[in-house]
């Protein structure tokens, strides 16, 4: 599944590219990441420092509007995530743009008593330095219940804010 989830992205973002302007490049950056965990009357929450590498495209379909998918290999202590934001990048200024667009978790530890891959959903924004350096912080809201046929009333979702730097090439 993930592998046929990845597949359709790569082909979508690199057909998409074809016809339009397109930089490839890395990013790096830090992720202040939050679990909450409900059971019926008690929720608990947690927050953790780790930090992200990966790599991105950013597709020019305008003057103002971008289209920019990310593969992202997520550390947090023990974990190991693979992000999938494929997100709306709209210029709102010469060199600042606001982002959102959907986002993929895999698990890649295979965590017993958890799902593998979820969903959220990511905003923010990015400031563009200059042609090939930007920054840019976004918030990951985690939608999906990550707890493995879950009883009533039991739920466990991730989210984070996500701080760094690209470099496009």
Known sequence: MKKIILT?????????????????????????????????????????????LGALVDITASEKFHVQPELLLVFIQDSKQLQLPILAKIFVGEKFSILAGPDLLFDLENTEGLKSMGVGFDFGGSYDIDKNFSLEAKYNLGITNLVEDAPNGVSAKISGLFVGVNFKF
């Open 8 to 52: 359709a992205a790569a082909v979508f973002a690199f057909s998409f590219a074809n016809a339009q302007e397109t930089k490839f490049g890395l990013t790096a950056g830090v992720d202040f990441a939050s679990a909450k965990v409900t059971v019926p009357g008690v929720t608990v929450s947690e927050t953790e420092t780790g930090f992200y």
